[in-house]
Nanobody, 121 residues
Framework: QVQLVESGGGLVQAGGSLRLSCAVSGRISSINQMGWFRQVPGKQREEVTHFRSTGTQNYADSVKGRFTISRDNAKNTVSLQMDSLTPEDTGVYYC???????????????WGQGTQVTVSS
């Protein structure tokens, strides 16, 4: 069984910062990609940022220059530093991993439970 556990959400004023963290645990064989998505009510879940299988990073245009993703391969964690937050960044943030377990033949998608980020104006 694989678990993705997020932490670090909360309420912050516009212009402030938050840091989200996600720990991946379980019988993992390899992690191909990791990243963060977010969702607001009435809208589809959208990608914020992720590490590609090559190790390079992809960012949504709306967060470029403000958000930074980092990863600790030894600890199977991924973090998201969010600076210069705006009310438009409000949403539930989900950790995502594309990985193989010791039982699977192919990579599969796994999601955390989500953490609320609220930015007040």
């Amino acid at each position: 069984q694989v678990q993705l556990v997020e932490s670090g959400g909360g309420l912050v004023q516009a212009g402030g910062s938050l840091r989200l963290s996600c720990a991946v645990s379980g019988r993992i064989s390899s992690i191909n990609q990791m990243g963060w998505f977010r969702q607001v009510p009435g809208k589809q879940r959208e990608e914020v940022t992720h590490f590609r299988s090559t190790g390079t990073q992809n960012y949504a245009d709306s967060v470029k220059g403000r958000f930074t993703i980092s990863r600790d391969n030894a600890k199977n964690t991924v973090s998201l530093q969010m600076d210069s937050l705006t009310p438009e960044d409000t949403g539930v943030y989900y950790c995502w991993a594309f990985l193989k377990t010791i039982w699977s033949a192919a990579d599969e998608n796994y999601w955390g439970q989500g953490t609320q980020v609220t930015v007040s104006s």
